[in-house]
């Protein structure tokens, strides 16, 4: 099992930034793929970005160039880097783990985004 804990959401401004966390355990960190999706109310969950265990990096296209995912195998944890926050971000962001490339098991219980002015 894996356990997820995603912080960092809150009030955004738009053209603002915002870093959100997700802390694993359970498992050797190192070894799982790593993702973030997101869920706007009335919408379906999205994939906005995904590491794997080698750190290779893929971004839903409408956030690329705008947020940034990494991951922190020392300290169990991968971020999302959000940059030029538009409205349209706003929704509940869910960490997701897997052991399988783009099988993502594990779930977090997400930390909600609200982007507005």
């Known amino acids: 099992q894996v356990q997820l804990v995603e912080s960092g959401g809150g009030l955004a401004q738009p053209g603002g930034s915002l870093r959100l966390s997700c802390a694993a355990s359970?498992?050797?960190?190192?070894?799982?793929?790593m993702a973030w999706y997101r869920q706007a109310p009335g919408n379906q969950r999205e994939l906005v970005a995904s590491?794997?265990?080698?750190?290779?990096?893929n971004y839903a296209d409408s956030v690329k160039g705008r947020f940034t995912i990494s991951r922190d195998n020392a300290n169990n944890t991968v971020y999302l880097q959000m940059t030029n926050l538009k409205p349209e971000d706003t929704a509940s962001y869910y960490c997701?783990?897997?052991?399988?490339?783009?099988?993502?098991?594990?779930w977090g219980q997400g930390t909600r985004l609200t982007v507005s002015s």
């Open positions: 590491v794997t265990n080698a750190g290779r990096a």
């Open positions: 997701a783990a897997g052991v399988m490339l783009y099988q993502y098991d594990f």
């Open positions: 359970g498992r050797t960190f190192s070894i799982l793929h």
